[in-house]
């Protein structure tokens, strides 16, 4: 399975991009899909998450302005991000649990499958 994010670029603060994954190779239908993203020189960090069943769980620094979703007949998860500020530059990583789990985490090295990034810049 290879899951291949896209989407990003570059945008002026206050701007809006909105993010995609999908899923290639094997049949895979997780019940929980999230984003995550790196800045420069920091560590990997939760964005957000999104189950099967709906439920959504958000970073605090991303909230009221990130909305995850999903389309469940292709298993496809997006990020629709708006009101950007130069501090969300980062590369963002989509990311999926095993297919056998149902649990929301926020611990990266708990998610089983990701994709290679993809780059979103920021600028004030």
């Known amino acids: 399975v290879q899951l291949q994010a896209s989407g990003g670029g570059l945008v002026q603060a206050g701007g809006s991009l909105r993010l995609s994954c999908a899923s290639s190779?094997?049949?895979?239908?997780?019940?929980?899909m999230g984003w995550f993203r790196q800045a420069p020189g920091k560590e990997r960090e939760f964005v957000a998450a999104?189950?099967?069943?709906?439920?959504?769980k958000y970073a605090d620094s991303i909230k009221g302005r990130y909305t995850i979703s999903t389309d469940n007949t292709d298993n496809t998860w997006y990020l629709q991000m708006n009101g950007l500020r130069p501090e969300d530059t980062a590369i963002y990583y989509c990311a999926a649990r095993a297919p056998s789990i149902t649990v929301v985490t926020t611990t990266s090295r708990a998610w089983a499958y990701w994709g290679r990034g993809t780059l979103v810049t920021v600028s004030s």
């Open positions: 999104i189950t099967r069943s709906g439920y959504t």
């Open positions: 190779g094997r049949p895979f239908s997780p019940n929980v």
